[in-house]
């Protein structure tokens, strides 16, 4: 079974080098009756966040991200879709196509207790349920509603909008009747956000020098909702540009993951006459509305009313690449690994 691991715990910008493809034989219980279910992986989500597993942190800090450190050497738990292959649990069977926490590798061991949920192979493409139908779509879907409650004709504003989650949330935020604007690092991707996914209006962070006065360009009238992907300099613009009782969605803060040193003080004088509410939040807290999620993005999908926008590399050797392009700014969309079947 091969998997990818980390050599060493990563400090900085994640680099190719830094990862490693190794072969170990897939372990399975000796025990009669373990309910092990045996999943082919078939496409692996790569996702920003398993940097902040991959750090070195001093035992003074006490973050969330330190308590689920990834070793060198131990395999990298990553949602993704695949195949059941052998079950010894009643309520999977061979041939079903499941989504739940899988890993960097070719097979993995699902074991009792860990989240396993069957899914419809027909009606979407399988790569769905690990991007605009998984838990990318789920983030967009409850840091929009269930923390931004947006009201029809508000002004939006949204980071790394042509990324998995991003691109998900302008269009969310058009089918509310919202006015979207979002920022990306490429004229290819602010092209992709105006013309074919529906933004009102988007622009390339990376031209603009001063970033307060970017957002006071693009919302004359000022911001009341900021989903932010990014944290750091962008963070603290879109902050000053907000209106009284926006709501800030804290869904990423990639810029400080690799870069603690990007980090930035807000006003909080501004957060607090302004009566601005911050928000962190984590995707996997909000099940309540996973149901209205697919239903609702199923449909926009069935109407055309949404577009999947998907970066979909081939083989597990080049998770390295995918995981190590998403600090680059090389994907365009959510990123995923598809393992050949
Ligand atoms: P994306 O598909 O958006 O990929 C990451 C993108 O971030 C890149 O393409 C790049 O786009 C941008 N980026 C990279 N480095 C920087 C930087 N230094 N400054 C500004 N932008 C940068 O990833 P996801 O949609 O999967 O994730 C988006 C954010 O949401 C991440 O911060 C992630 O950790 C977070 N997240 C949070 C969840 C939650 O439950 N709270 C769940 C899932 C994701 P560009 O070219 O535009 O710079």
Redesign the pocket.
Known sequence: NKHIIIKHAIDGLPNESDFELRSAPLVLSAAQGSKEVVVKNLFLSI???QLNRMKTYSSTQKTSAAATRIQPGQRIDAFGVGKVVVSGNQEFERDDVVVGLLAWEEYTVVRPGTTLTKVDPHEFPLSYHASILG??GL?AYA?FYDICKPKKGETVFV????????SLVGQYAKLSGCYVVG????KT?VDLLKEKLGFDDAFN?KEEPDLKSALRRYFPEGIDIYFD??G?A?LEAAVANMNLFGRVAV?????E?ADAG?RVALDMVDVIYKRITLR?????DHLHVYAGFISSTSDHLRHDRMRAVEDISTGLESVPSAFAG??????V???LVQLNE
Request: charged share 15%; net charge positive.
């Open positions: 996702d920003p966040y838990t990318s983030t840091g980071s790394a909008a042509s990324g998995s989650v991003g920022c990306a690092g490429s991707k962070y992907n990014v750091s962008m869904c990423g803060a990639i810029s993951y990007k962190g939040f984590l995707a996997l998403l600090f680059r700014g090389d994907n969309g959510k990123t």
